[in-house]
């Protein structure tokens, strides 16, 4: 099974350009304030535009007042809105009703520890686990999927790189694990904030692989 592909964090036509030249099916534009990554959400826009319906155009948001989340995602452009924080189901589902599509981020931790009911409530259309500090290049322990594994297909993040992607979603395939996609910002960068044409080329490729 072909996986998905999410180039994130990208700021620069050269890059956004480069993921999409790669194969990459979406590419997502940080839109909570004050990270390395972050962009405004005119600059957004003009990239999202350049990609047109090439790919999905992603918006991230970080424990952001839906008000704010849905005024930014309109203004930037992009078709899915990614809530990476402690947003609540309700907000899951004003979003949506907004006409995104929304990918819920959680740090795999916490995901196994909400329970059935809890996870349920959500009706996300993707589900993103990740480490628990997004964006720090960290991968996180694996027995927090198997121990209570989506019920859904799901996304996979945190510390993913060239070099190991295929062998974290080879392994958690192996053990089950219905993985669907990778999604990767922080391991496509020459330094911090910079993301580097030749490491989204050998993303893409691994991933694929």
Same mark, same amino acid.
């Given at each position: 099974?072909?996986?998905?592909? &999410?180039?994130?964090?990208?700021?620069?036509? @050269? @890059?956004? $350009?480069?993921?999409?030249?790669?194969?990459?099916?979406?590419?997502?534009?940080?839109?909570?304030?004050?990270?390395?990554?972050?962009?405004? *959400?005119?600059?957004? #826009? =003009?990239? *999202?535009?350049?990609?047109?319906?090439?790919? $999905?155009?992603?918006?991230?948001?970080?424990?952001?007042? @839906?008000?704010?989340?849905? $005024?930014?995602? /309109? @203004?930037?452009?992009?078709?899915?809105?990614?809530?990476?924080?402690? $947003?609540?189901?309700?907000?899951?589902?004003?979003? #949506?009703?907004?006409?995104?599509?929304?990918? #819920?981020?959680?740090? *795999?931790?916490?995901?196994?520890?909400?329970?059935?009911? #809890?996870?349920?409530?959500?009706?996300?259309?993707?589900?993103?686990?990740?480490?628990?500090?997004?964006?720090?290049?960290?991968?996180?322990d694996v027995a927090h999927v198997l121990a209570a594994p989506p019920r859904g297909d799901?996304?996979? *993040?945190?510390?993913?790189?060239?070099?190991?992607? !295929?062998? /974290?979603?080879?392994?958690?395939?192996?053990?089950?694990?219905?993985?669907?996609?990778? =999604?990767?910002?922080?391991?496509?960068?020459?330094?911090?904030?910079? &993301?580097?044409?030749?490491?989204?080329?050998?993303?893409?490729?691994? !991933? /694929? /692989?």
């Amino acid at each position: 099974m072909s996986i998905w592909v &999410k180039i994130c964090g990208l700021s620069t036509p @050269t @890059t956004v $350009e480069a993921a999409v030249r790669a194969g990459a099916d979406a590419v997502g534009f940080v839109l909570a304030p004050g990270g390395p990554r972050t962009v405004d *959400a005119q600059t957004a #826009r =003009d990239l *999202a535009a350049s990609v047109g319906d090439r790919v $999905e155009t992603v918006g991230v948001f970080r424990d952001q007042p @839906t008000e704010e989340v849905l $005024e930014l995602a /309109r @203004t930037a452009g992009v078709s899915t809105v990614q809530l990476h924080g402690s $947003e609540s189901p309700a907000d899951v589902a004003a979003v #949506r009703a907004a006409g995104f599509r929304v990918i #819920r981020a959680v740090d *795999a931790a916490a995901h196994a520890d909400e329970g059935d009911e #809890r996870r349920a409530a959500f009706r996300e259309d993707a589900l993103l686990l990740d480490a628990a500090v997004p964006g720090a290049g960290a991968v996180f322990d694996v027995a927090h999927v198997l121990a209570a594994p989506p019920r859904g297909d799901w996304l996979l *993040a945190g510390g993913l790189t060239p070099a190991n992607v !295929a062998g /974290r979603v080879a392994a958690l395939r192996a053990a089950g694990a219905r993985v669907v996609g990778v =999604d990767v910002s922080s391991g496509v960068e020459s330094s911090r904030g910079v &993301k580097s044409v030749e490491l989204i080329d050998a993303f893409v490729a691994a !991933a /694929r /692989r």
